[in-house]
């Protein structure tokens, strides 16, 4: 498992999404806020393989779900 950090570009990338800041942010206007309670991995938003790489790369921790640093 991986325990760094990554840049918010770096996830983009890695779903096969444009990692540029005006692609990203089109992208989070358009898909979000998600409802109250739905953890990123669940949002209906990711085709089968996105949603997989979210739960591998985002576990739980005792405090909630590991984030990627903006």
């Known amino acids: 498992m991986d325990t760094q950090f990554h840049h918010l570009n770096e996830l983009f ?22 409802p109250p309670g739905t953890r990123l991995a669940d949002a209906r938003l990711w085709n089968v393989s996105q949603a997989q ?9 005792p405090t909630g779900p590991r984030w990627w640093t903006p």
């Open 13 to 34: 990338l890695q779903l096969g999404l444009p990692d540029d800041p005006e692609a990203m942010d089109q992208f989070i206007r358009a898909q979000g806020p998600l």
């Open 53 to 61: 790489f979210l739960r591998e790369q985002m576990p739980m921790t």
